[in-house]
Every structure is written in structure tokens, then in C-alpha cells.
């Protein structure tokens, strides 16, 4: 296993449009390591493929039960949302958008259908927080990060913070 790279703002790896994975191997499980030893070292709660520069539909999503006890993760292949409900707002971050965490507005209720690492298909109802951090993953393949849900003025202004960084 190994920790990767991963990318941030304003990389343009991260505005690419993922391609749809067709191959279930073990280079594929070896990746699916990788984005969860990446995920847990950085830390985080959920990776996406394109965040270490790879754009394909993957994404690793926390799954532990606590913070405390034994680190649990699932892997989605080819992931979409194929129903959503209702609204709500919580404070997201992102590991690929440092310095910034905000209220984003998302659905409140997601199905999600998607494959394992077996290439078997699956679908997955879920709420709450949960949903949020699947939708966001998912924005990730679309090349969507949550500073595009936010409004055009804070967008803005994180922009020119980035700017600013990268100019020293
Ligand atoms: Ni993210």
C-alpha cells in the first residue's frame, strides 16, 4: 500500500470528466488501498479517484462505525445518484480545496447505484451526513468541487486567498 499524491485546487486534473470503469482486477483492488491509506493518512472521510489524479468513477467512502474503533471504508465503482429527496445544508470540506470548509445546500435523501470491486452492481438508499459526503464524492468524477455550489461572492473570494498562496 501506498500513500498518493493528492491534488488541489486549481489543478486541472480535478475539472476532468471521469471515465467509467469496465475492468474489475487487482490493479483496481490495489487502488482501492491506496485511496483509503491516502484517505485515513490525510485525514479524511472520502476520496475520489480524480483527487490523486486518476479520472475514473472510484471513490472510497468512510464507513466506521465510531471515530475510535476500527477504521472501515467502502469502495464505489461507477457510482450514480439515480434518486434524490428533499434538502438540507451542513458544512462541507474538501481535501483537494485547503483552508476552507462551508455550508453547502444538497438533497437530504440519495440512492446510489453502483458496482464493488467484484463488478457486481448494487444499490444503496441513505440520509444525513452520509448522503452529503456521497454527493460531494460524486461531484468530484463530474469535475464539480463544493466551491461550485457555493455563491459567486465567497467562490470568489477563495479564489483570490488561492491566488494570493500561490503567488509566495
Ligand atoms: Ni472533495
Same mark, same amino acid.
Given at each position: 500500500m501506498s500513500?498518493? +499524491?493528492?491534488?488541489?485546487? =486549481?489543478?486541472? *486534473? /480535478?475539472?476532468?470528466?471521469s471515465e467509467k470503469i469496465a475492468t474489475f482486477d487487482n490493479g483496481l483492488a490495489k487502488l482501492v488501498e491506496d485511496m483509503a491509506e491516502t484517505m485515513y493518512d490525510a485525514p479524511g #472521510?472520502?476520496?475520489?479517484? =480524480?483527487?490523486?489524479?486518476?479520472? #475514473? +468513477? /472510484?471513490? *472510497? *467512502? &468512510?464507513?466506521?462505525?465510531?471515530q475510535e474503533g476500527e477504521k472501515k471504508y467502502m469502495p464505489l465503482i461507477n457510482p450514480e445518484i439515480i434518486n434524490h429527496e428533499g434538502t438540507q445544508l451542513d458544512e462541507e470540506?474538501?481535501?483537494? *480545496? =485547503? $483552508? /476552507?470548509?462551508?455550508?453547502? +445546500?444538497r438533497n437530504l435523501k440519495v440512492t446510489v447505484a453502483y458496482q &464493488? /470491486?467484484?463488478g457486481q452492481a448494487h444499490e444503496l438508499s441513505t440520509e444525513d451526513r452520509f448522503a452529503v459526503v456521497l454527493?460531494? $464524492?460524486i461531484d468530484h468524477l463530474n469535475g464539480i468541487l463544493f466551491i461550485d455550489h457555493l455563491s459567486p461572492l465567497k467562490r470568489s473570494l477563495y479564489k483570490k486567498k488561492v491566488? +494570493?498562496?500561490l503567488a509566495k
Open positions: 500513500i498518493q +499524491k493528492i491534488y488541489q485546487y =486549481p489543478d486541472s *486534473v /480535478l475539472r476532468k470528466k #472521510i472520502g476520496l475520489a479517484a =480524480p483527487q490523486i489524479g486518476k479520472s #475514473i +468513477k /472510484l471513490i *472510497v *467512502v &468512510d464507513i466506521s462505525e465510531d470540506g474538501c481535501l483537494s *480545496v =485547503p $483552508e /476552507l470548509t462551508a455550508n453547502v +445546500k &464493488d /470491486l467484484q454527493q460531494h $464524492e491566488k +494570493k498562496w
